[in-house]
């Protein structure tokens, strides 16, 4: 089988295609990139000579074009992915995440190619702190941020290329993902690096805020029971009840580096901020026999803690600009 990846060379495309490749030696793999700031050719590294990758933009049609026609399968991560550079500049949001889904579906259309769309639970909106509820397939989108309102606008496109046009599509909307390559913008790798520099970590607010985390293999292995066992035109939630506020997963970090639970700075608040998310995976789990492997949250951070100690030279180049960043927004 011929897949074509898009954003692999992301942080849950790579691993994806790291886990495709040790896992199905049967798949061709091809990632189409553009190679942003989120982006980094190193993340494919360990698999170069197994993978083909193709620097271009999912917005350029003749290019995606070409290679949808030569491919069996779409798998569709390519995104700009972080809600606080949406605040800043929501320009590319709305290029890559509405204009390059839009150029993937008139392609796969085209040429009548299998399409996977990857999504986020952010665009249900937030639930309140107390709220016993959880997202479900059919909650209501309701995003909060030029991120998330640009990826709830991508899967209404999925969804009526679907309905319209007959397209073999699947949709999946996933939780907060933590696990190795996360570029360390986002707030997992960015305190590790910070704790691993002897700096304290920065909570946005008083850190009340709730992510249901899951790990990365564990998105992709239910990224692959969709792709493999999903019926057409269906939406997935991907979860693994991995519920957690800010504070407790910085308080979490802080132990793991054997340093006190209070050695932490709360900064800037994000502005809009989604109070919590939580995912009702039953779907998934009843429909298609899916299960996580990384079942506790400490022992997979502590593992990805020792990924970025050892792979320092991956992130360091990013360090200083991402908090140049931070800094200049009180954060
Ligand atoms: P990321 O920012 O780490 O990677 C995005 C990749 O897309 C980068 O390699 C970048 O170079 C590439 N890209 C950006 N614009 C492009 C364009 N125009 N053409 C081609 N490539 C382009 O993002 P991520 O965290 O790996 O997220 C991947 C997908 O998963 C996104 O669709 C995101 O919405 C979704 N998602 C992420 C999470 C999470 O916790 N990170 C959770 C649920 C869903
Ligand atoms: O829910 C899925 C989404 O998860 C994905 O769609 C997004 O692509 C992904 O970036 C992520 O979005 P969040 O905004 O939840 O992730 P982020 O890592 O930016 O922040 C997680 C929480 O931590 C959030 O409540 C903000 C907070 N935070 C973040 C940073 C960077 C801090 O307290 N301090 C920080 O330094």
Redo the contacts with the bound molecule.
């Keep these: 089988m011929r897949v074509l990846v898009?954003?692999?060379?992301?942080?849950?495309?790579?691993n994806f295609v790291h886990q495709t490749v040790r896992e199905r030696p049967d798949v061709q793999v091809t990632v189409?990139?553009?190679?942003?700031?989120?982006?980094?050719r190193e993340?494919l590294a360990p698999v170069a000579d197994k993978v083909a990758l193709v620097e271009?933009?999912?917005?350029?049609a003749a290019l995606v074009d070409g290679l949808v026609a030569s491919s069996d399968l779409v798998v569709?991560?390519?995104?700009?992915?972080?809600n606080d550079n949406s605040l800043n500049d929501p320009s590319?949001f709305v290029?890559?995440?509405l204009v390059?889904t839009f150029t993937l579906l008139e392609a796969v259309r085209k040429h009548g190619v299998r399409f996977h769309h990857?999504?986020?639970?952010?665009v249900y909106g937030d639930l309140e702190l107390d709220d016993p509820a959880k997202f479900t397939p059919t909650t209501p989108y309701n995003p909060s941020s030029p991120?998330s309102s640009t990826?709830a606008g991508s899967d209404l496109l999925v969804r009526a290329w679907v309905r319209s046009f007959g397209v073999q599509a699947t949709i999946s909307?996933?939780?907060?993902?933590?696990g190795p390559?996360?570029?360390i913008e986002?707030f997992i790798p960015r305190q590790i690096t910070n704790l691993i520099d002897g700096v304290r970590p920065k909570l946005y607010g008083a850190g009340q805020n709730v992510r249901d985390w899951i790990h990365v293999e564990d998105?992709n292995s239910a990224v692959w029971a969709i792709i493999e066992k999903g019926r057409i035109g269906e939406t997935y939630l991907?979860g693994a009840d991995g519920e957690k506020n800010n504070l407790e997963v910085v308080e979490t970090l802080l132990e793991i580096f054997g340093l006190a639970k209070t050695d932490f700075e709360h900064v800037n608040d994000r502005p809009g901020h989604d109070l919590r998310y939580a995912i009702d995976a039953s779907k998934l789990r009843d429909e298609l026999g899916w299960t996580p492997r990384y079942t506790d949250f400490r022992t997979g951070l502590e593992a990805t803690v020792d990924w970025y100690r050892a792979n320092e030279s991956w992130w360091r180049p990013a360090k200083e600009a991402t908090e140049a960043r931070y800094a200049a927004q009180g954060q």
């Design positions: 898009t954003g692999g060379a992301g942080f849950i495309g790579s189409l990139d553009a190679l942003t700031y989120a982006g980094d993340s271009g933009s999912i917005t350029d569709h991560f390519a995104a700009e992915s972080h590319p290029q890559t995440n390059g990857i999504s986020t639970d952010e991120y990826k909307n996933c939780s907060n993902n933590y390559y996360q570029h986002k998105h991907i």
